[in-house]
């Protein structure tokens, strides 16, 4: 890939920080490792225009994978909010869930396929709480859905 000195300097700053705490906690024998990506959604709609933050974060994803095996689990929001946020009652709603089907309905019709852009900014967030409280449950092996 060619890359832009912006795409190259965001790649460094998403995976040399990531790849050092798989590394690390792997040389400190833990036996689960959590990594917090980016939802797929998000990588399609986005990485176009800066490469270097996708695919930092998937290739950190992919060494902790290989570092830990079936121990490794992805959490992959594509935006994090505080509880409370109107974001999360807004994009929940018929009026949004209406938007979704529609954007969904063009794609598998339209030549260029869904909007992902689009459909990420439809997608309620994950609350930090939410979040906080899967990995802890996931790194405890008392993950309850």
Same mark, same amino acid.
């Given at each position: 890939? @060619?890359?832009?000195? %912006?795409s190259?300097r965001?790649?460094?700053?998403?995976?040399?920080?990531?790849a050092a /705490? /798989?590394?690390?906690a792997? #040389?400190? +024998?833990?036996? *689960? !490792?959590?990594f917090? $990506?980016v939802?797929s959604?998000?990588? @399609?709609? !986005?990485?176009g225009s800066?490469p $270097? @933050?996708y695919t930092g974060k *998937?290739?950190a994803?992919?060494?902790?994978?290989?570092?830990f +095996?079936d121990? !490794?689990?992805? !959490?992959g929001p594509?935006l994090?909010?505080r509880?409370g946020?109107?974001?999360?009652r807004?994009?929940?709603s018929?009026w949004?869930r209406?938007?979704?089907? =529609?954007?969904?309905? @063009?794609?598998?019709? #339209?030549s260029?396929g %869904?909007?992902? =852009?689009?459909?990420?900014?439809? =997608?309620?967030?994950?609350t930090?709480?939410?979040?906080a409280?899967?990995i802890?449950s996931t790194v405890?092996?008392?993950? %309850?859905?």
């Amino acid at each position: 890939n @060619i890359w832009s000195a %912006e795409s190259e300097r965001l790649y460094a700053q998403n995976y040399d920080p990531n790849a050092a /705490v /798989v590394a690390a906690a792997k #040389a400190a +024998g833990a036996r *689960r !490792f959590v990594f917090v $990506g980016v939802a797929s959604e998000a990588e @399609i709609g !986005f990485a176009g225009s800066v490469p $270097g @933050i996708y695919t930092g974060k *998937r290739d950190a994803a992919q060494a902790a994978q290989d570092a830990f +095996g079936d121990a !490794f689990v992805y !959490f992959g929001p594509h935006l994090v909010c505080r509880a409370g946020d109107v974001r999360l009652r807004a994009l929940d709603s018929p009026w949004a869930r209406a938007l979704m089907a =529609t954007n969904e309905a @063009i794609g598998k019709v #339209a030549s260029l396929g %869904e909007d992902y =852009t689009r459909r990420c900014a439809l =997608t309620p967030p994950v609350t930090a709480e939410d979040l906080a409280l899967g990995i802890a449950s996931t790194v405890a092996g008392k993950c %309850e859905v």
